[in-house]
C-alpha cells in the first residue's frame, strides 16, 4: 500500500505544472543557436553531419537553462566539449562489444560521480553518456569521427558566440538570488508583526550568498549594486527578530507593541523596495509614510531597552539598504573593478583551479553508503544493461532505451521515478504530435529542418515548467530530426515509445534493487544538525564573554555551517516523506517535533546574536562557562542521538545554576533569556527523540497504521 501510495505520489508529482517565470527570449536566442547550426551545416554537408550538429547546438543551449552562476557562455562551451570528446572515444570503442561496453561503463560511472559536484554537471555530464551512444552510428572512419566530432563543439562555439553577442538580462540570476534574499526577510518582518516567532527560512540567503561567490573575472565586471545587499540582509534578519520577540524585544501588548508592528512593517516595505529596485536595475520608490516611521525619538520613543537598542540599529541597517537601492540603476550603473589588496569577495575557483576541488569532491563521495556513489553504480547498470537488450531488439534505434535511463536517473528515489513518468508521457505527446505534424505538412528535409529548430525552441520554452512538458517537445526534435536523416516516421514513432518504456522500467529497477534511502539517515542527519547548533550557540556565547574580531568570525562560521546542516537535514527529511520505507530511528511525527526543537534552539542563538556587544572592553564571563557546556552536551547529544539513545544536559543545567549566583547587575537580560530559551528547546528535543525500544517499535508501528489510515480516506490513488 506504501508503494501504491508512494507511485501515486511519483505521478503527480511528474506531471505537475511548476509554477515559475517563462524566459521566451533566452529559449529564443538559443533556438536560433540550433538553426543555425542546423541550416549552415544542412546546406554545406550531409543531413547526418547537420544531426550531429544538431545535438550539439541542442544539448549544449539547454545546458545554459541548467541553475548555475558561472558566465552561460562558458557552460556551453564545456557541455560542447564534452559531447565532442565522447562522441570522439565513443567511436574508437565502437564495433566491438570488448572495448565499447567497458568504456561506457567507466564513463558512466564518471557521469554519475559528476553529480558530487552539483547538479549542473551531474545533468551536463549525463547528455554526454547519450552522445556517445548516438553519434557512434553514424561516422565510418576516424576521420569521419573527428568531423562529427567537431561540428557538435561547432554548436556549442555558436551558442556561446551568441551570449556573447545579444546578452539577454546579464547577471539576472544574480539579481534575481540577491533580491529574493531581501524580499524574504521582507516577508519574515511582516510576519513578525502578527507571529513574533515566526520561523525564517534561511535558504535565500544561502542561495544568495551561492550567487555572490564570483571569479576574479566575474568581480571585475559585477554591477556595483550586487556588492553590499546580502550583508545587509544577514544583518537585518536577526535584528527585527529580536524586536519582535516578546521575551526579548516589545512586550506582547500595549504602545511598545504598536511601535514595533510600525517598524516591522516599515522595514518590510522598505527592504521590498530594495529587492524590486536590485531586480529591475531601477531606483527605489519607499513609500513616504514607511520613511516617516524610520527615525527613533531620543525624547518621545516609547520603546525601551533592548527592544530600543534593536530599534535604532534596524533603522541604521534599513538606512544603509535605502543607499544602495537609491543607487540601482541599470543605466548609470558601472562595474567597478576591485582593489586586489582590498577585495572582499567571495572567490569561486576558475574552470582550471576546479580540478582539484572536483577530485576531492569526488573522493569524499567514494564510499558504499554515498547516494552519489551509488547513484553512478545505478548508470552503469543501467547504460550498459539497456545497450545489451537493446542490440538484441529487432529495432534500429536501441541506443534510446539506455539513454532515457540515464537522462531520467537521479541519486534520489522520487525525482529518479517522476521523471521517469514524465518522460513516457512526455514521448508519447511528443510522437503524436510529430506524427499528426508531418502527415499535415508532408515529409521534406527542409520541412524537418524548420519543425526540428520549432521544437527546440519551444523545449527551451518550457524547460522550467515541468520535465514532461519540455520532454514532449525534446520527443518531437529527436524524430524531426532522425526524419531530416531519412528516417521514416512509421519506423521511428513506435521504436521511441517503447525503447523509452524500457529505459524507463530500467531506472526505476536499478533504483529499487541498489536503492539510497534517505529514511534510515533522518538521525544521523538530525544529529549533525544538533552538533552544529550547539556550535553556533557556543560560538554566541563567547563574543559575549568577549567580544573580539576573532570570536565574530567564529560565530559568522559557525553560522554557515549549522545553515549548510539545516538544509542537509531538511533535503533528506522532504525526500524521506516520499519514499515507501518503514520509519526506522525516527518516525515523522518524532521528526517534526525534533525539527521544531532544533529550529527554536537556533531562533534563540539569533536572538542572542542579534544584541552581541560592539565594545570590546565588555565582558560577560559567566557565558564561557555556558559555551562550553552547550558545545559539550550537543556534541554527546548529537551521538546519542545516532546511536538511538536519550539525550541528557547535565552540563548545561549545572552552568545554569551557577549563573543563579552572579549579582543582577552583571546579568546580561537578552543573554539570560535566551539562554533560557536554548533549554527549554533542548528539553523538547530530548522529549522529541527519547523513546525505549518498545516505544520506537510502537510509534514505527502507529505511523504506517496512520499513513494506510490517510491513503484509504483519500480514496483511490489516481491513475
Known amino acids: 500500500m506504501r508503494w501504491l501510495r508512494a507511485f501515486g505520489e511519483v505521478v503527480r508529482s511528474g506531471l505537475t505544472i511548476e509554477e515559475t517565470r517563462l524566459e521566451p527570449l533566452l529559449a529564443l536566442r538559443t533556438a536560433a543557436g540550433v538553426a543555425i547550426v542546423l541550416g549552415s551545416v544542412l546546406w554545406l554537408g550531409s543531413p547526418a553531419y547537420a544531426a550531429s550538429a544538431a545535438l550539439g547546438a541542442y544539448s549544449a543551449g539547454g545546458a545554459t537553462f541548467q541553475r548555475t552562476w558561472r558566465p552561460r557562455k562558458v557552460i556551453a562551451l564545456g557541455a560542447s566539449a564534452g559531447l565532442a570528446l565522447s562522441t570522439f572515444v565513443g567511436y574508437l570503442a565502437a564495433g566491438r562489444l570488448v572495448t565499447f561496453l567497458p568504456l561506457l561503463a567507466v564513463w558512466a560511472f564518471v557521469t554519475g560521480m559528476a553529480w558530487a559536484v552539483g547538479p549542473t554537471a551531474g545533468i551536463v555530464a549525463a547528455t554526454t553518456v547519450g552522445s556517445m551512444l548516438v553519434t557512434v552510428t553514424l561516422p565510418t572512419s576516424v576521420g569521419q569521427a573527428l568531423e562529427h566530432a567537431g561540428v557538435i563543439a561547432l554548436g556549442g562555439v555558436v551558442q556561446a558566440a551568441l551570449i556573447l553577442l545579444f546578452p539577454i538580462r546579464r547577471w539576472a540570476a544574480h539579481r534575481d538570488a540577491l533580491a529574493d534574499a531581501l524580499a524574504a526577510v521582507a516577508d519574515y518582518a511582516r510576519r513578525l508583526r502578527h507571529d513574533p516567532t515566526a520561523p525564517f527560512d534561511p535558504e535565500p540567503l544561502m542561495t544568495a550568498r551561492d550567487a555572490a561567490t564570483v571569479t576574479p573575472s566575474q568581480a571585475r565586471t559585477r554591477p556595483p549594486a550586487l556588492h553590499g545587499p546580502r550583508g545587509l540582509a544577514e544583518r537585518i534578519r536577526p535584528v527585527v527578530a529580536a524586536l519582535a520577540d516578546p521575551d526579548i524585544g516589545a512586550p506582547a501588548e500595549g504602545p511598545e507593541r504598536d511601535r514595533a508592528r510600525e517598524l516591522l512593517d516599515a522595514a518590510a516595505d522598505v527592504l521590498d523596495a530594495a529587492a524590486r529596485s536590485i531586480r529591475r536595475g531601477t531606483p527605489a520608490e519607499v513609500p513616504a509614510e514607511s520613511a516617516d516611521v524610520l527615525h527613533v525619538d531620543e525624547e518621545h520613543e516609547v520603546l525601551q531597552s533592548p527592544a530600543r537598542q534593536a530599534a535604532e540599529r534596524l533603522v541604521e541597517l534599513l538606512g544603509e539598504a535605502l543607499e544602495i537601492a537609491e543607487s540601482c540603476d541599470a543605466r548609470r550603473e558601472a562595474p567597478t573593478p576591485p582593489d586586489p589588496a582590498r577585495a572582499q569577495f567571495l572567490v569561486r575557483p576558475t574552470l582550471l583551479r576546479l580540478v582539484p576541488v572536483v577530485l576531492q569532491a569526488v573522493r569524499r563521495e567514494l564510499r558504499r553508503d554515498s547516494p552519489v556513489f551509488r547513484h553512478a553504480v545505478r548508470l552503469v547498470a543501467v547504460s550498459t544493461l539497456g545497450y545489451l537488450i537493446a542490440a538484441r531488439l529487432p529495432l534500429s534505434h536501441g541506443y534510446w532505451a539506455p539513454i532515457a535511463s540515464v537522462m531520467v536517473m537521479r541519486p534520489d528515489f522520487h525525482r529518479t521515478y517522476a521523471r521517469a513518468v514524465a518522460r513516457f508521457v512526455g514521448t508519447l505527446v511528443g510522437v503524436a504530435l510529430a506524427t499528426a505534424t508531418v502527415r499535415a505538412l508532408g515529409p521534406d528535409a527542409h520541412v524537418f529542418g524548420a519543425l526540428t529548430v520549432v521544437s527546440a525552441g519551444l523545449s527551451y520554452t518550457l524547460i522550467r515548467t515541468g520535465y514532461a512538458y519540455s520532454q514532449c517537445f525534446t520527443a518531437a526534435y529527436v524524430v524531426f530530426l532522425l526524419g531530416m536523416g531519412g528516417q521514416g516516421l ?117 536572538l542572542m546574536e542579534s544584541h552581541v556587544p560592539q565594545d570590546a572592553g565588555r565582558f560577560a564571563p559567566e557565558a564561557e562557562r555556558l559555551a562550553e557546556a552547550l558545545e559539550a552536551d550537543t556534541a554527546q547529544a548529537a551521538e546519542d542521538v545516532r546511536e538511538h539513545r536519550n539525550p541528557d544536559w547535565r552540563r548545561v543545567e549545572e552552568a545554569l545554576h551557577a549563573w543563579e549566583g552572579v549579582a543582577d547587575r552583571e546579568r546580561s537580560p537578552v543573554l539570560r533569556r535566551g539562554a533560557e530559551m536554548q533549554k527549554r528547546a533542548l528539553d523538547d528535543l530530548t522529549t522529541a527523540v527519547s523513546r525505549t525500544p518498545l516505544e520506537r517499535d510502537v510509534g514505527s508501528a502507529r505511523e504506517e497504521q496512520r499513513v494506510r489510515g490517510a491513503v484509504a480516506a483519500d480514496g483511490a490513488v489516481p491513475s
Open 490 to 606: 512509421d519506423q521511428t514513432v513506435p521504436e521511441r515509445v517503447v525503447l523509452t518504456l524500457l529505459g524507463g522500467a530500467l531506472a526505476m529497477l536499478a533504483y529499487v534493487l541498489f536503492p539510497a534511502w534517505e529514511t534510515p539517515q533522518l538521525p544521523g542527519r538530525l544529529a549533525d544538525w544538533l552538533a552544529a547548533n550547539g556550535r553556533y550557540a557556543a560560538a554566541v556565547l563567547r563574543s559575549y564573554a568577549e567580544p573580539t574580531r576573532e570570536h565574530r568570525t567564529d560565530m559568522r562560521s559557525a553560522l554557515l555551517a549549522s545553515r549548510e546542516a539545516r538544509a542537509a537535514w531538511q533535503g533528506a527529511y522532504e525526500q524521506a516523506k516520499h519514499e515507501p520505507v518503514r520509519p526506522r530511528g525516527l518516525t515523522s511525527r518524532e521528526a517534526d517535533e525534533a525539527q521544531e526543537a532544533l529550529q527554536g534552539f537556533g531562533r534563540a542563538a539569533m
